[in-house]
């Protein structure tokens, strides 16, 4: 299987994405879904919670592991995406599509890297 690393978003060190353009979606990447296997529960904000760049937002629980989420910027939860609630599965079949996890208002980024620098990371 490959690994996707789209140039359009940007990537923090912890796994999670982040749109450039509006509205501003948060996801967790193609890497860190097929590290974890089969995601069966995700945990998200509300809208209208906060959320600070490095800052635990949530959980996601795979057949292998629990792990938090970590949010990509201070800012605050505009949506959280319910199909997960029914569907977790959604972050396996399409990481930057439909399994994205929150829409948010961004106030500042926290520290993100391009594909380029994520894809050194991780491979």
Aim: charged share 30%; hydrophobic share 40%.
């Amino acid at each position: 299987m490959t690994i996707d690393y789209p140039d359009d978003l940007l990537y923090r060190d912890s796994h999670e994405w982040l749109t450039t353009d509006e509205p501003r979606r948060v996801g967790v990447s193609d890497f860190a879904q097929d590290e974890l296997g089969d995601v069966v529960f995700v945990e998200l904000p509300e809208p209208g919670d906060p959320l600070a760049a490095g800052d635990a937002f949530g959980v996601i629980e795979s057949i292998k592991a629990v792990s938090d989420l970590y949010s990509p910027v201070d800012g605050e939860v505009v949506a959280a995406n319910e199909a997960l609630f029914d569907r977790p599965e959604l972050v396996n079949e399409d990481p930057y599509g439909d399994g994205w996890l929150l829409k948010v208002e961004v106030a500042t980024e926290g520290d993100l890297l391009s594909a380029e620098d994520y894809q050194g990371l991780v491979a």
